[in-house]
């Protein structure tokens, strides 16, 4: 078993059908090793096996052959649901409560957590978040991005090691993704959680350490972020228009020496950047 690794995927197979060809396996003898405190993306075209992949390391679903190992434990059957958080695409649909504060609360009251100390870890988890002010908020009023910081509370409070992300920005826009990304990083950081981010958006990349793109059901690319950016012919399928955006910010950043402009839409870029011309 390789050491500091958290997750180690050992030559899985899966198919949705009851195939037993290899031709028609999503995945195929699939290998991955993820370790403690890592920051990844997994990438690629529509059907490449991301959801699949992920749905396989929560638990969701049961590899056809091979084994899943977490912390060197054999988990194939049985998953690491309390160890494992999984953000949705739609923020609103893993809402469960009316109130921020119970929905915060929902997952300790099942695991039968002491109630007395239940407000304190709910209080904590919605700081961790920067949606303390939301404590007593009715869910439905929220924003997207503000459900999905609940969401993200809820299961900081059940002190999961690592949390799935699967599309969590895709329907927030642009001021609430680059928050979401912002908090995905503090999270990495500050608090040594493992963060895989399933995305289709070129920029969101860059916010990880590393990347692995898929292409039907096998590895095309494991690496460091920077290194699949400056590969044109690796990140073709996000399309031109991403691609030559990255490559103008990167040289904007060497520049201004900012940062802070991953994320960002074309339209808000320009916006900016005309906005500190006509101060000067």
Known sequence: ????????????????????????????????????????????????????????????????????????????????????????????????????????????????????????????????????????????????????????????ALECKCIIFDEASSMLDPLSRRALLRLLKELNKQYKITIIQITHNLFELLNSDRVIYLYSGQILFDGKSEVFINNKSSCYSFGEKQRLLIEFIQKLEKITKDCSFYGWDLEDLVSHLSGLAEKK
């Open 1 to 156: 078993m390789t050491n500091n690794a958290q997750i180690i995927l050992d030559h899985i197979s899966f198919s949705y059908s009851e195939a037993t060809e290899k031709s028609h396996f999503l995945l195929n003898e699939f290998y991955l090793n993820v370790k403690k405190g890592e920051y990844i993306t997994i990438a690629g075209a529509n059907g490449s096996g991301k959801t699949t992949l992920a749905s396989m390391i929560k638990g969701l679903i049961t590899p056809t052959s091979g084994e899943i190992y977490y912390n060197g434990k054999k988990v194939t059957d049985c998953g690491m649901n309390s160890e494992i958080g999984y953000i949705f695409s739609n923020a609103e649909n893993q809402i469960v409560s009316p109130v921020v504060e119970d929905d915060v609360a929902f997952g300790l009251e099942n695991s039968g957590f002491n109630r007395q100390d239940m407000k304190g870890v709910v209080l904590s988890s919605l700081d961790k978040v920067d949606a303390l002010n939301l404590q007593k908020e009715l869910t439905h009023l929220l924003s997207g991005g503000e459900q999905q910081k609940v969401n993200i509370a809820g299961i900081l």
